[in-house]
């Protein structure tokens, strides 16, 4: 089983750049594909970007290719979410998850969610 902690969420206005956190224990090396969601208000959970952290391979959602990043630490236990050029329509929850499957974009293919932390761009 991994757990997984997000931080990094906050409210800032449209342009600007935040980087998110997922922090992972646990059994780690047992799932090594992690992947990012969001979730807005009254919508569905959905992709934005993962990495397998054997290969370095990375998928991004096309609504957010060009503005984010998907990436891990070193030593493969933080898995990062930098975000540049914000937009409104970028406010969501955002979640970590694992995979067992390389590549998958969707949430059911997904586990061991984390709680999510919340980003908010408003002007």
């Known amino acids: 089983q991994v757990h997984f902690v997000e931080t990094g969420g906050d409210a800032v206005q449209p342009g600007a750049s935040l980087r998110l956190s997922c922090a992972a224990s646990g059994h780690t090396t047992t799932t090594s594909v992690w992947g990012w969601f969001r979730q807005a208000p009254g919508k569905e959970r959905t992709f934005v970007g993962a990495i397998n952290w054997r290969t370095g391979d990375t998928l991004i959602a096309d609504s957010v290719r060009g503005r984010f990043t998907v990436s891990t630490d070193d030593a493969k236990d933080t898995m990062s979410l930098q975000m540049n050029n914000l937009e409104p329509e970028d406010t969501a929850v955002y979640y970590c998850?694992?995979?067992?499957?390389?590549?998958?974009?969707?949430?059911?293919?997904?586990?061991?969610w984390g709680q999510g932390t919340q980003v908010t761009v408003s002007s």
């Open positions: 998850a694992a995979s067992p499957e390389w590549p998958t974009r969707s949430p059911g293919r997904y586990q061991y």
